[in-house]
């Protein structure tokens, strides 16, 4: 595998559902990000982890819940949803410089 | 005022053509630019960054003008494989905090 992955790529889930969104990345950098793209809106950055450290928490809503058990891997943890958070959810990695390279994205419906 | 605004578009232009788009971000502690590319239905990838001299990247040119907090991105002899959503990033300076623009679409025709 190379680059950043994502799973599941598509996700329909109910509003008292609890799931995970998975990121990995394979390019040895130490910060990766979460992202919301919503339909006619611009990419909304939702979480930054540096070093496996929270850096920045965009405002989000406490039903998106993050974790990044080291500079690989981060989960999207998603529980009791509303509609309107059905979206394009990308995941990104970097190392030291500001250009991120993201994930294929996971499209999320929530019914 | 949108931190990072752009013209959605769509522009539509015939294969050759030149065609260039603006950007003009809100904060002026802006500290680093970059020009994606998102196709449909794909995810954004970066097409350059954009330095104060201007650069240059084949059939692509980005310029930056920090006193008028103004970005652009002119291609030239347009590709059909052109056609996709560009998107304007700017860094206010918090590590790894971008900002997107919405993007403008771009069509390519024969």
């Known amino acids: 595998e190379t680059g950043v992955t994502q799973t599941p790529r598509h996700l329909v889930m109910g509003m008292t559902n609890k799931k995970s969104l998975k990121c990995e990345q394979h390019l040895g950098h130490n910060a990766m990000y979460w992202y919301k793209q919503s339909a006619k809106k611009p990419l909304e950055l939702m979480f930054v982890y540096n070093f496996k450290e929270q850096t920045e928490n965009n405002s989000v809503p406490s039903r998106f819940s993050p974790e990044c058990p080291n500079s690989s891997h981060l989960f999207l943890h998603l529980h009791t949803l509303q509609p309107e958070d059905s979206a394009l959810y990308l995941c990104?990695?970097?190392?030291?410089?500001?250009?991120?390279?993201f994930g294929p994205g996971t499209r999320l419906t929530v019914l | 005022r949108k931190e990072v605004e752009q013209d959605p578009g769509p522009f539509n232009v015939p294969e050759g053509a030149t065609v260039a788009f603006n950007c003009t971000y809100s904060n002026s502690a802006s500290q680093s630019f970059f020009w994606y590319r998102q196709d449909c239905r794909k995810e954004p990838k970066l097409l350059m960054s954009v330095y104060s001299s201007g650069n240059e990247d084949g059939r692509f040119t980005a310029q930056l003008n920090r006193a008028s907090q103004y970005i652009s991105l002119l291609i030239r002899d347009s590709k059909l494989s052109d056609s996709a959503t560009y998107l304007c990033?700017?860094?206010?300076?918090?590590?790894?905090?971008?900002?997107f623009g919405q993007g403008t679409i771009l069509t390519v025709h024969p």
């Open positions: 990104a990695s970097s190392q030291d410089r500001v250009e991120q390279f």
């Open positions: 990033v700017v860094n206010i300076g918090s590590y790894g905090k971008l900002t």
